[in-house]
Structures are given as structure tokens and as C-alpha cells.
């Protein structure tokens, strides 16, 4: 599946992917693809002000210790997790800061704050069915008619994608070239609203995080199941990009960043999800005397 992608990977330069948000300048058609955009200022950060992170288990779960200080939320509830694993995944977030705190990265601990203050104030409908929108404007059901060999590439590293959505869910997907996007029938709404039904709360903020990362359920969907990796589903996330990309050029030390920015928050989302469905509490091995 992936033999189009490597050859755009070995065609001189690493594949390559930006966040949505910190883009630093974008690359265009034509003789000048080089658009300069606005200038990118580094988010602010503040002087680690603890020694030591551990994790506690509380009356509502798994508590976040910065010294003898309990870790509170932007809206200053006391920061309380479900799973043991996901507090241990917290508190390394935590402990790997240096001199400085850098919050913007702190993706784990973003949407355990999500999921605790709930700031848009949702509930579990709004939440699923905010997700399930993401299939009008998936990006890989929209396809281009032309060039032949984007069109080609679309056809090769999308449609098995698809495919096994409809297998697996028992659903009908498609793709369209319209402006409009293939018509999703009330059907497969129907399918993944009680799919995802399933997930509880928190795991659903993590969904709808990776959702606006990849724009596409289809690849949320695909990695929740473990049918694609962080890496694939990022490729594939933006494979007309670095078609673009590959014909024009690409912006020296940029692409880089922006791909490994990506990377990090599909991945801790992908992992949010993983963490928050499963059991409370981590087994520990025995160890022999």
C-alpha cells in the first residue's frame, strides 16, 4: 500500500506534515511556490517550579503530585484522571520538562483538562455526534480529477482505507470529486454514532482531538483499531500535500517541525483514547525474592 508514499519519502526529503495552527509559511503551484505567512511567535512558558512528580490514588481516581503539591486545572478542580496508566503517562509528561514548562506540548495533560472542565460544556451526544460530522469533510473522500498521477496516487493509498471502513462497520462510504463530497448515507451516520457510543466521555475528547489533527474519522477510526499506525495515518492525512510538495518543493527546516508536531499530538490522542478505555488500575509484576 505504502510503495507510492515511499517513493515520495525517497524522492529527496522526509515526509513531512504541519499542525493545524503554527504554520510558519505554505507552498503553492506555480513558479513562486514559496508564500511567506505570519511570522511565528513561540507560545509563552514559565520556569519548572517542582523537584519531583508522582502519582496518588484518590477518592475520584489518580491524583498528580508536583512535590507536595496537588495538580489543579485551568479552572482549578483538582486534576483527577481514571486510569492509573493514564496518570502515569501525565506525570511523565510532567517530569520530562527541563527549566521550562512547556504547556503547548503537554498534549496528554491538555485533554485530561478536556475531559475535566469541560469547557464547551458537551455531553456525550454533542461529543459523538461532533465527531461523526467529520465524515461530510473527510479528507480522503474527496478526490481530485486531475492531475493523473495524483488521482492515481488518491485511488492507491486511499481506497483500501476506505474499503476496510465499509468491511468493518458494515457501511457505505465512498468517495466524490464534487466540491460536495460523496453523499454519506443516514445509514452509516446511524452505524458510527452507536459505534462510538461505546467509548466513554473522556475517550471521545480524545477521538474528536485526533479527528481535527488528521481531518478525518476514517483514519481516527482506522487507528483506534490499530489498522493503521500514527506514521500511516499521518501520510495518509495529507498524501495531496506532499504530492504538492514533492513537484515544488518544500520549506527548509519547517516541514520538519511541522511534521513531528503532528505526529506528537495524533499520537498522544491516539493514546488519550487507548489509556481512558482501559481497566483503572495497572497490574504489577510480583517480583521474586
Keep these: 500500500m505504502w510503495r507510492s508514499c515511499l517513493r515520495l519519502r525517497h524522492a529527496g526529503r522526509r515526509l513531512l506534515n504541519p499542525p493545524r495552527g503554527a504554520l510558519t509559511a505554505s507552498v503553492r503551484p506555480g513558479p513562486n511556490p514559496l508564500i511567506p505567512a505570519r511570522a511565528y511567535a513561540p507560545p509563552t512558558e514559565r520556569k519548572r517550579f517542582y523537584q519531583n512528580v508522582s502519582v496518588a490514588q484518590g477518592e475520584g481516581g489518580f491524583e498528580i503530585n508536583l512535590d507536595h503539591r496537588k495538580l489543579k486545572t485551568p479552572q482549578a478542580k483538582l486534576f483527577t484522571v481514571p486510569s492509573e496508566a493514564l496518570a502515569i503517562a501525565v506525570a511523565t509528561e510532567w517530569d520530562s520538562q527541563q527549566d521550562t514548562i512547556k504547556s503547548y506540548a503537554m498534549h496528554l495533560t491538555t485533554l485530561c483538562n478536556t475531559s475535566l472542565d469541560n469547557p464547551t460544556q458537551r455531553n456525550k451526544d454533542q461529543l459523538i455526534r461532533a465527531a461523526v460530522k467529520f465524515l461530510d469533510t473527510d479528507t480522503i473522500c474527496y478526490r481530485v480529477e486531475e492531475p493523473a498521477t495524483l488521482v492515481e496516487l488518491q485511488k492507491n493509498e486511499w481506497d483500501p482505507i476506505i474499503e476496510w471502513a465499509e468491511k468493518r462497520y458494515d457501511v ?73 510538495i514533492q513537484k515544488w518543493g518544500n520549506i527548509e527546516w519547517a516541514h520538519d517541525y511541522e511534521l513531528q508536531e503532528l505526529r506528537a499530538r495524533t499520537a498522544a490522542g491516539t493514546l488519550f483514547v487507548h489509556l481512558c478505555s482501559e481497566s483503572t488500575t495497572v497490574k504489577h509484576k510480583l517480583l521474586q525474592p
Design 172 to 244: 457505505e462510504i465512498g468517495s466524490s470529486t464534487s466540491i460536495m463530497g460523496p453523499s454519506i448515507p443516514a445509514r452509516t451516520q446511524e452505524v458510527l454514532v452507536s459505534h462510538l457510543a461505546s467509548y466513554n466521555m473522556w475517550a471521545l475528547q480524545g477521538i474528536e482531538f485526533v479527528a481535527t489533527q488528521l481531518k478525518s474519522l476514517v483514519l481516527t477510526l482506522g487507528l483506534m483499531d490499530l489498522r493503521l499506525t500514527v506514521e500511516q495515518a499521518v501520510l495518509l492525512s495529507r498524501l495531496e500535500e506532499e504530492y504538492q
